[in-house]
T-cell receptor, first 111, second 115 residues
Framework: QKEVEQNSGPLSVPEGAIASLNCTYS??????FFWYRQYSGKSPELIMF????GDKEDGRFTAQLNKASQYVSLLIRDSQPSDSATYLC???????????FGTGTRLTIIP | ETGVTQSPTHLIKTRGQQVTLRCSSQ?????VSWYQQALGQGPQFIFQ???????GRGNFPPRFSGLQFPNYSSELNVNALELDDSALYLC??????????????FGNGTRLTVT
């Protein structure tokens, strides 16, 4: 059973601080890793994807991948109240044509 | 460029009924995937269609079926609705290069409520 694990939260972070969201996955053969943001009542919105070990930065967001530890994280710098949402980690396991999602981490930015 | 569009946005059905949800893929995308997201859960893969043929299926019973049309739009059909089918149904289309080169972008979803 291929699984993606996230801490469900809620995670509360002061405005302007760094929010750190973590995700582990079960299969070392995993190829692609995605972070989605989902506001309440809305559909998930892709914010980052990463394929290779290391860091990938896009504006205030940084995705970090460590395949040896089967760990992917998302850092949000200078957190804003508009970042308050549920963040979903998704993994494309090798040989599959589907994404496997975690249950999401609810993030609240405190003004 | 037009994104993925889904219809209807909301739907209320009675247990035992049948429902059809529709999805128009993004221009140039020939792969459509359907996901079910129950409240408080992550999306669960239902199935994927590539060039009008089913290309992978998740752990859903046969009463969940689909179609893809020559213009790459797609339908999700659910027969004999159960209360647990109440969820947000998400459609995503992706570019011809499959797998790791195809980040999925979801439509706005259809909220199905079964009473």
């Amino acid at each position: 059973q291929k699984e993606v694990e996230q801490n469900s939260g809620p995670l509360s972070v002061p405005e302007g601080a760094i929010a750190s969201l973590n995700c582990t996955y079960s299969d070392r053969g995993s190829q692609s890793f995605f972070w989605y943001r989902q506001y309440s009542g809305k559909s998930p919105e892709l914010i980052m994807f990463i394929y290779s070990n290391g860091d990938k930065e896009d504006g205030r967001f940084t995705a970090q991948l460590n395949k040896a530890s089967q760990y992917v994280s998302l850092l949000i710098r200078d957190s804003q109240p508009s970042d308050s949402a549920t963040y979903l980690c998704a993994v494309n396991f090798f040989g599959n044509e589907k994404l496997t999602f975690g249950t999401g981490t609810r993030l609240t930015i405190i003004p | 460029e037009t994104g993925v569009t889904q219809s209807p946005t909301h739907l209320i059905k009675t247990r035992g009924q049948q429902v059809t949800l529709r999805c128009s893929s993004q221009s140039g995308h020939n792969t459509v995937s359907w996901y079910q997201q129950a409240l408080g859960q992550g999306p669960q893969f239902i199935f994927q269609y590539y060039r009008e043929e089913e290309n992978g299926r998740g752990n859903f019973p046969p009463r969940f079926s689909g179609l893809q049309f020559p213009n790459y739009s797609s339908e999700l059909n659910v027969n004999a609705l159960e209360l647990d089918d109440s969820a947000l149904y998400l459609c995503a289309s992706s570019a011809p290069a499959k797998g790791r080169d195809s980040p999925l972008h979801f439509g706005n979803g259809t909220r199905l409520t079964v009473t």
